[in-house]
Structure formats: structure tokens, C-alpha cells
């Protein structure tokens, strides 16, 4: 297994958030975290990468205990995380931007050049010298993307890779997230875009409220219409 979380818990300050929350990845396996806005889909990656000071619970991570490790030693272990709200360092280029998450190849994972994200990213690959603050919204969200796999990861953790995206731009991201899947990496992606979701998973978790609320194959999810309007329906 990839990814093991177990009796996940998070609090921010008083606030209990996370609830009993158990998820796996496996190996070559994308899966999806669905789930409204608020449920405890961002709060569930940081708590998985270390930025939730208030958490208990355990998570493996290629066999390896991870819930002791600071939030750089997880990263420097091959397990990348792309946020929500992007991150980039607007006054750098695009290429200075990878270079930033330039990190050494590993044995478990596939590596990546600036030349082969340039072919998984086209747009990138014409606006290389651009700063970041110059680019669109989902431009940059692909920038993101492209730094975390500059660091050689064997997992990914993406969050709400479609939001506020282009149907085109979307496309492409599926495109993208397909191909990083072909290529060996792991992922859990953080989504309420069901349609999206759909495309690039194998399986899929529904998180209500903190709980982990269903657990199944998308075709299992896709059988259950009283589970999606129940959870996902807007």
C-alpha cells in the first residue's frame, strides 16, 4: 500500500474537524476525496503532510510511520502535495519556479526534467521565461503541478485540481493527471467536481462533516444515487 491513514483526528484550536478518518492508496492508484466545500477535504491533506499541528491518528507512507515526521522530511520522502490555493512565487519565471522543487530522483518513482513537464504541460513550455504572476489562473495551477513533480514524488496529493478552471484548461488537466498516473505516481485528489472525478479515479472516498461517509469503486459510487444526492448535490 502506498498510503495508509488510520483513526485520523485534526483540530483547529477547539474545533474537532476531522473525525475517525481511514483512506488508503495504492500503488499506481488514483483515488478520489469528494466531498462539498467545508467537509474536510483540504484539512485531510495537511493533516496528512504534517501542517496540522493538533492531530492523532496513524499514517503510513511506503511502510514508513509518517506521523511523527516534520513536514520537509515527508516531502524530501517522495510524497508531494499541490494546496488549493497554489503557491507559486509570482515575481520568479516558470523555469525558476521548477527549479525551486528540484529535488533528487528516487528509486520509487518516476523522474521528472523541466523538458518532460514542458511536454506534459505545453502551455508552460511557451511562457517558460513568464513570470508567475503573469500567468492565468490555470496556467498557474499547472505550474503547481509541474513544481511538485519536480521533487520526484511516488505520491501526489492534489487539491481541487479543477476549481475555477476552464472547460478547456480542465481537459487538459485531466490529460495531465492521466499521463502522471500512466507514469507510475500515485494519487489522492481532493474534488467536488464528481464529472472530473470520475475521468481520472479508480476508487473514491465521500468526506462529510470529518466522517468518512462511503468507500468504494467510482462504479460502485456511480450505482448509488442516494449516496451522491445525499453528499455531493449542491
Not at 149 to 160: F, K
Request: contains cysteine; hydrophobic residues 40%; negative net charge.
Amino acid at each position: 500500500m502506498k498510503l495508509s491513514v488510520q483513526d485520523l483526528n485534526s483540530h483547529y484550536g477547539p474545533a474537532h474537524i476531522l473525525f475517525d478518518v481511514a483512506l488508503d492508496v495504492g500503488e499506481g492508484e488514483a483515488v478520489a476525496l469528494l466531498g462539498r466545500n467545508g467537509a474536510g477535504k483540504s484539512t485531510t491533506f495537511r493533516s496528512i503532510v504534517g501542517l496540522v499541528a493538533q492531530r492523532t491518528g496513524r499514517i503510513q507512507f511506503e511502510g514508513h510511520a509518517i506521523e511523527s515526521w516534520p513536514t520537509h522530511a515527508i516531502v524530501r520522502g517522495g510524497l508531494g502535495y499541490v494546496p488549493e490555493e497554489r503557491r507559486i512565487f509570482t515575481d520568479l519565471t516558470v523555469e525558476e519556479n521548477l527549479e525551486v522543487g528540484r529535488q533528487p530522483a528516487r528509486a520509487s518513482a518516476p523522474q521528472w526534467t523541466r523538458e518532460r513537464l514542458f511536454e506534459l504541460f505545453p502551455n508552460l513550455a511557451e511562457m517558460r521565461n513568464r513570470p508567475g504572476g503573469r500567468m492565468s489562473g490555470g496556467e498557474q495551477q499547472m505550474l503547481t503541478i509541474a513544481r511538485t513533480l519536480m521533487g520526484n514524488p511516488s505520491l501526489v496529493l492534489l487539491d481541487e485540481p479543477s476549481e475555477g478552471l476552464s472547460p478547456k484548461i480542465v481537459e487538459q488537466m485531466v490529460e495531465a493527471i492521466l499521463a502522471m498516473k500512466k507514469a507510475g505516481v500515485s494519487l489522492l485528489v481532493s474534488e467536488q467536481n464528481l464529472h472530473f472525478a470520475r475521468l481520472i479515479s479508480d476508487r473514491a472516498y465521500i468526506i462529510e462533516r470529518g466522517r468518512i461517509c462511503f468507500s468504494g469503486t467510482m462504479a460502485e459510487l456511480d450505482a448509488r444515487p442516494d449516496i451522491r444526492d445525499a453528499h455531493l448535490a449542491l
